[in-house]
């Protein structure tokens, strides 16, 4: 067994390795492990070329996508006017991915299907030439035909390409320019140019569809033709006695290992095409004149010092996407000191030079200087710390308010990042395909503030800083009402959760030292709370998912279950019809804009005629006898029932213990796919679910006093400063 011997050319026999000597059994388990053993080794070879094929594929993606983000970054800014923002994305994120699949298959798959192919086609003509002459040729046929054929499909799919990509373009116009839509009741019109957009892309897919399955079928029927000749001229020769039979049957058999490898290196040559086309689509959409050099964006940690010198426009002429212009030749020199106030019409040149000056808006003819230094030769690390520009048209990242103010000092990593066990590992595997990858090795994860630009020494007084800015803009109030209206991420801000939680005693405490305790009634456990609305004394928490949400809530099973329970289905019911009946009677006379429906929060003045119909179909109709739906619409009104603020007079004291006793029956059987949709009210704890004046408040404001709403905000404003919570409801 495994004995190694060979016959050499002038040599003779030669011996590597003697073998074993094994019985019939030994050979047979001898044999099916060498067997198991090799179908290993395969398996190893093929996930080692998979794997290291996919990390290629995925490191090129990643250095492309990246080189197209930095090119991005370096357009200059009138290409900004002519492209749309998301066709740029579309490009960076779709149209450059079959490149990553492609990219590892573009040196393996020619080689291993070659080699496949190659040796089936040189075991063919060894058993007989003329029938290995038969397969070359069927073989050269479709080497030439299919691919000729698949041109038209590689043009079929660059302008399925195209027309998807200004599809997608179109789309982020419409969403940008939606309020245009509505205005100028151009919505049909819209309509009609996506039809006609959709309409092409159907067209033009079908034709690829058309064109795919011919050539398909073109190359399934060569294939085919082949065993066709075989037998039939194979079987010729047999009869003629020019052929053994086992010849042919060996001929027929290595065929079967041709087709396989034959059409996907023809497919291989399809996709290669293909991903050339996109490539060079994609090159040359982000092939851009006067590209922004490199060294302008270098990186630099250091502070540059400070522009000293004049700004200076120098027979500057700027003109629109039109060819108008708005500059003339102008010349203009700002010293150090000066305050200058530019004026002109809405449609003058004011702020195209303020926009040059910020390298917003490049010069026809002219420079804007510092000194002698050009502007648009100035690196970014000089002009971005040094100048500033605040324009009317204001736009914030998809981040945290404190994110966004912080926005311009984000300039370099200042500080190294300590990492422990297996997140240093992770770190140093990021930065190392960072490298790999064509990406700079810069860690996202470091303290990107430059503090000094800020006037502080670092995070500890950074705030006192943001608060003069924010004090001098008049913004610190207009930003701690966002903040206060917003949701404090637990996983983020445990401990302002916390001492939100203590603010709610801090509050409590003032009010009663004021004597203004009647301004808000807190929640109580086992108090019906008559400043709420009864679907939130019902909950007695805040809803966090859909299941328990707004008008969801009625048509709720399981809520639906434990109001009849509790006796209050019928009840809520009758109360709903009261309601729409006097809101309708009150209401349904005047115009929309009526400031009476902003106090009506259980209608709106689009949905009175619904009710209206509604109510009729309802008259005189039985409980039992309403659907789930109308039932639901109509105990929905009850829900959001203040009895101080609408003074309709429906709630009584028993109805209230009812709903009391309700909200502890619907606690008691809460099924397990509603835990997590209802957070309870808790005043020992922080309610996700609600904003953060909510938690602070822990109640409801009373409607007998006009002003409270403003003299608890005033409240809790002092509060927060002198808790020192103003910062960590900022961030």
Do not use: C
């Not at 000191?337 to 449609?347: H, M, P, Q």
């Amino acid at each position: 067994f495994m004995r190694l011997h060979y016959n050499l050319p002038f040599i003779g026999e030669v011996q590597f390795f003697s073998g074993f000597q094994l019985d019939r059994k030994a050979t047979l388990f001898a044999l099916s492990l060498v067997f198991l053993l090799l179908v290993v080794i395969n398996g190893l070879f093929k996930l080692y070329i998979n794997t290291y094929k996919g990390r290629l594929g995925e490191r090129m993606l990643r250095r492309i996508r990246f080189d197209l983000v930095d090119r991005v970054l370096r357009f200059p800014p009138f290409y900004f006017k002519r492209v749309k923002s998301a066709e740029v994305a579309t490009m960076v994120k779709d149209e450059v991915e079959p490149l990553g699949g492609f990219i590892g298959d573009a040196f393996v798959q020619p080689v291993l299907l070659g080699g496949q192919a190659l040796t089936a086609m040189l075991f063919i003509v060894v058993q007989n030439f003329w029938l290995g002459m038969i397969a070359a040729g069927i073989v050269a046929i479709q080497i030439v035909l299919i691919p000729r054929m698949r041109r038209r499909l590689i043009v079929l799919g660059r302008e399925r390409q195209l027309t998807a990509r200004a599809l997608s373009g179109r789309v982020g116009e419409i969403v940008d320019g939606i309020g245009a839509v509505h205005v100028h009741d151009t919505s049909n019109y819209e309509r009609a140019d996506i039809a006609a957009r959709l309409g092409l892309i159907f067209k033009i897919r079908f034709d690829l569809y058309q064109w795919k399955f011919m050539v398909k079928f073109l190359n399934n029927f060569l294939a085919q033709v082949t065993p066709f000749l075989f037998y039939m001229i194979g079987g010729y020769l047999v009869i003629q006695g020019r052929l053994d039979v086992g010849q042919l049957v060996a001929v027929i058999g290595a065929y079967k290992d041709l087709p396989g490898p034959m059409k996907e290196l023809i497919d291989w040559d399809q996709a290669r095409q293909d991903i050339q086309v996109k490539y060079q689509q994609v090159v040359e959409q982000f092939t851009v004149d006067r590209l922004i050099a490199p060294r302008i964006g270098v990186l630099t940690i250091d502070d540059p010092d400070p522009m000293t010198k004049p700004l200076s426009a120098i027979g500057l002429s700027i003109a629109d996407d039109g060819g108008a212009m708005l500059l003339d030749r102008v010349s203009l020199k700002i010293k150090p000191g000066e305050t200058v106030a530019l004026l002109s019409t809405a449609t003058g040149g004011a702020e195209a030079l303020a926009e040059a000056f910020a390298r917003l808006n490049w010069p026809a003819s002219g420079r804007v200087a510092s000194g002698a230094d050009d502007l648009l030769e100035l690196p970014e690390a000089v002009t971005g710390r040094r100048m500033s520009y605040a324009s009317s048209d204001v736009f914030l990242f998809q981040a945290s308010l404190r994110d966004n103010l912080l926005y311009g000092l984000k300039h370099a990593p200042l500080t190294s990042v300590p990492y422990d066990d297996a997140a240093a590992d992770q770190h140093r595997w990021n930065m190392h395909e960072a490298r790999l990858s064509g990406n700079p090795d810069l860690d996202i994860h470091s303290d990107w503030i430059n503090y000094a630009s800020a006037g502080a020494t670092g995070p500890h007084d950074l705030f006192e800083a943001v608060r003069r800015v924010l004090d001098a803009v008049v913004l610190s109030r207009d930003i701690l009402d966002l903040g206060l209206r917003s949701s404090a991420d637990l996983t983020r801000h445990s401990e302002l959760a916390r001492r939100i939680v203590e603010l709610r005693a801090a509050l409590r405490t003032r009010l009663e030292h004021e004597g203004l305790s009647g301004l808000v009634v807190p929640f109580e456990p086992g108090a019906y709370n008559k400043e709420a609305t009864i679907g939130q004394n019902l909950l007695f928490g805040a809803a966090a998912g859909p299941e328990l949400a707004d008008r969801a809530l009625a048509a709720n099973p399981y809520f639906a279950s434990v109001l009849r329970q509790a006796g209050l289905d019928r009840t809520l019911y009758e109360m709903g019809m009261e309601i729409a009946e006097q809101a309708i009677e009150l209401f349904a006379d005047l115009p929309p804009d009526h400031q009476f429906f902003q106090q009506l929060a259980f209608m709106s003045a689009e949905e009175i005629p619904t009710y209206e119909t509604l109510l009729q179909r309802l008259k005189n109709r039985p409980h039992e006898a309403v659907s789930e739906n109308d039932r639901a619409m109509i105990v929905t009104l009850s829900f959001a029932y203040i009895e101080p603020r609408h003074r309709f007079g429906l709630l009584s004291d028993e109805l209230m213990s009812k709903i009391v006793a309700a909200r502890n029956l619907f606690y008691e059987n809460l099924p397990p796919e509603l835990q997590n949709a209802i957070e309870r009210y808790d005043p020992a704890k922080y309610i996700a679910a609600a904003t953060v004046m909510d938690n602070v408040l822990f109640g409801r404001v009373g409607n007998n006093h006009p002003d409270a709403p403003d003299r608890i905000r005033s409240i809790v404003y002092d509060i927060l400063d002198e808790l020192g919570l103003y910062a960590e409801l900022l961030d």
